[in-house]
């Protein structure tokens, strides 16, 4: 069985997209290290799906909300307070509804989602091992080849200082990445651990890389610093818990986060009480007192508030993309480059119907997807357990987008869209073969 499936994963089953499935597996694999690279491969595989399945991909209804969206997104570029930035903008959107619309007709087998795991996997390896060499070794490193073919940039101490970030452009960003990279992992270790549980796998090396790989990336999340990439990482934990009814787990990592969480909002005498086995690395980053001069004009809270005020001013048509950072800096004196949270970013800079159209195109393939879960007849669990794994890939990414906005990072926006491809890819390929199968009943 396990043999089938890697198969499956080098083949593609329609012999018209063996090209770009290679072109794919490629890019994903040069991705991490040469965005540039990756991403020409990416969008050369898309776009030669494009030109083969045309007449399928036309049909799709997902399809054409993302060109309606796009058609709203330069409407509402004509009456940004700054259009040059506005056009310049959609760059972060409409190039990827492209690529989202061939990939998602390129996946079709869950073999091919399971080879996309392991590839991100282990390209994440020099990512993290980069980065524990910037915190714990003092690396840095600039390094440029012919601009953007290779762009590795490590700043002594991280960025900010004391974060781990690696070769990412912030710890934040380090940290969303390494929490999807953990979930990924986690997902492709506890199928090889069942796979050897269940005598359909004798080899245990795939499992061990895995857990160690699944250690380091842990471990570098944590010293990103990151509240956020933290929150997502136990939302993970959770999730498979529940979902495999480890009812211990549950009960423990619940009561981690509840003792970590009472130590740092608690009133004082509970705080204090908890405070004596609970690192202040973690409370006092959750509640602030690790940082506590830092100005009004870097709370969120303050830049959540300034961009619902844009919202009400301007809800139709939003304020044009890319020119929240303008505004908040003629504001508070602050540069800040988006307003850490992507819904309300959309509504201030987009207007209240695109971003509303943006997350029902978002929503409906999640839903979808989480309906294919519960009501597909997967051939083996393990497959079932590696949709579930992109499913909560998916959640994690769509929570940290709540406090953080992920697009503007290459490697963040890319990996994102490649997500949602692959499942969307997988739902539209089950409905069609279960039209096929009622037609033939």
Not at 166 to 171: D, F, K, T
Not at 180 to 203: A, N, R, V
Not at 388 to 406: K, M
């Amino acid at each position: 069985m396990l043999g089938a499936s890697l198969i499956q994963a080098v083949y593609h089953p329609n012999k018209a997209l063996q090209l770009p499935w290679n072109l794919t597996q490629v890019g994903l694999v040069l991705f991490p290290l040469s965005p540039f690279l990756g991403a020409v491969l990416i969008v050369l595989a898309s776009l030669i799906t494009l030109a083969r399945q045309w007449g399928k991909i036309i049909r799709r209804p997902i399809n054409w909300g993302f060109a309606l969206l796009t058609v709203l997104l330069i409407i509402t570029a004509g009456f940004a307070d700054d259009k040059t930035l506005a056009y310049v903008g959609l760059f972060n959107f409409v190039p990827y509804f492209i690529v989202f619309a061939g990939l998602s007709a390129l996946f079709q087998k869950i073999a091919q989602l399971r080879q996309m795991a392991w590839i991100l996997v282990i390209a994440s390896v020099p990512i993290t091992i980069l980065g524990l060499g910037q915190f714990f070794l003092g690396w840095s490193l600039n390094l440029t080849f012919l601009w953007v073919v290779l762009e590795w940039t490590i700043a002594p101490g991280g960025e900010p200082p004391g974060r781990m970030s690696s070769i990412l452009m912030h710890a934040n960003t380090l940290g969303t990445y390494l929490v999807i990279l953990f979930t990924l992992c986690l997902g492709l270790g506890l199928e090889q651990w069942q796979l050897i549980t269940k005598q359909i796998q004798t080899s245990k090396t795939p499992l061990i890389f895995l857990t160690i790989t699944g250690i380091i990336n842990f471990i570098a999340l944590i010293f990103t610093n990151s509240r956020n990439a933290w929150a997502i990482a136990i939302f993970v934990c959770l999730a498979y818990a529940v979902y495999q009814g480890w009812r211990i787990l549950v009960g423990g990592v619940s009561a981690i986060a509840t003792c970590i969480l009472l130590a740092a909002f608690a009133p004082s005498p509970f705080a204090q009480f908890f405070r004596r086995f609970v690192p202040a690395f973690f409370w006092a980053r959750l509640n602030d007192d690790m940082y506590p001069d830092r100005p009004v004009g870097l709370m969120r809270k303050t830049q959540w508030e300034f961009a619902w005020s844009l919202t009400q001013q301007h809800p139709w048509t939003g304020w044009g993309l890319r020119n929240f950072t303008g505004l908040y800096q003629a504001k508070t004196q602050i540069s800040l480059g988006h307003p850490h949270n992507l819904f309300l970013m959309l509504t201030a800079e987009t207007g209240i119907p695109s971003t509303l159209l943006f997350c029902g195109l978002i929503g409906w393939i999640l839903y979808a997807s989480v309906k294919l879960l519960r009501e597909a007849k997967f051939p083996i669990y393990e497959d079932k357990l590696l949709f579930f794994t992109y499913i909560i890939a998916l959640f994690g990414w769509l929570l940290s987008n709540t406090v953080d906005v992920t697009l503007y990072d290459f490697r963040l926006n890319t990996l994102s869209w490649l997500m949602l491809s692959a499942v969307c890819g997988l739902v539209y390929r089950y409905n069609q073969d279960n039209k096929l199968k009622s037609q033939e009943n």
